[in-house]
């Protein structure tokens, strides 16, 4: 089975703009999660989506937001973008048994840059 | 809110030695747990998950688990300067929906 796929790899935006990242799960995995890596902060989960409804939310401003279609693909939205907003974004895929998650497969992340 | 606590290092160890990284979490509910490993600008690998009291081995990796004291530790035998990484540990959320992951130890091996 191919891995999780995310896009954009790198990019770079200006303060005040908006991004959307995208995130494609392993093949039969209907659960995505998102998470923010700083140096600082480590590894912090952003949402959960399972079969198109956001099940958690970690905590952080509501410039941050996500959906997921029916393909299980999600996407995740940044408004008015901060410096601080610069980070790995990593999209993880879990096949899910009977709703509780299971192992976490990473995609490569997203880098994003906020000048 | 469930937290998982890491020493962030970096932890030393020479080329054959046996590397050991520790982790504690806080909800002694806490069922299952979860080590991967993170290269630097690279995202993370699972390493593999243990659940019952105990060690688990796989390969050169141990897990080793704790209830009653709330630890979890992987134990790497003969490390090589290609487990130069950092180690993250995570456990499941309290809806099992997540993981909550520690902040990772960077281990460095030493040729």
């Known amino acids: 089975k191919a891995g999780v796929t995310q896009t954009p790899r790198y990019l770079i935006k200006t303060r005040g703009q908006q991004v959307t990242l995208s995130c494609s799960p392993i093949s039969g995995h209907r659960s995505v999660s998102w998470y923010q890596q700083t140096p600082g902060q480590g590894l912090q989960f952003l949402f959960e989506y399972f079969s198109e409804t956001q099940r958690n939310k970690g905590n952080f401003p509501g410039r941050f937001s996500g959906r997921q279609f029916s393909n299980s693909r999600s996407e995740m939205n940044v408004s008015t973008l901060e410096l601080g907003d610069s980070a790995l974004y990593l999209c993880?895929?879990?096949?899910?048994?009977?709703?509780?998650?299971?192992?976490?497969?990473f995609g490569p992340g997203t880098r994003l840059l906020v000048l | 809110q469930k937290e998982v606590e890491q020493n962030s290092g970096p932890l030393s160890v020479p080329e054959g030695a046996i590397a050991s990284l520790n982790c504690t979490y806080s909800d002694r509910g806490s069922q299952s747990f979860f080590w991967y490993r993170q290269y630097s600008g690279k995202s993370p690998e699972l390493i593999m998950f243990i659940y019952s009291n105990g060690d688990k081995e796989d390969g050169r990796f141990t897990a080793q688990l704790n209830k009653a004291s709330q630890y979890v530790s992987l134990l790497i035998r003969d490390s090589q300067p290609s487990d130069s990484a950092t180690y993250l540990c995570?456990?499941?959320?309290?809806?099992?929906?997540?993981?909550?992951f520690g902040k990772g130890t960077t281990l460095s091996v030493s040729s």
């Open positions: 995570a456990v499941p959320n309290q809806a099992g929906t997540a993981l909550i």
């Open positions: 993880a895929s879990t096949e899910m048994t009977g709703g509780i998650s299971g192992t976490q497969y």
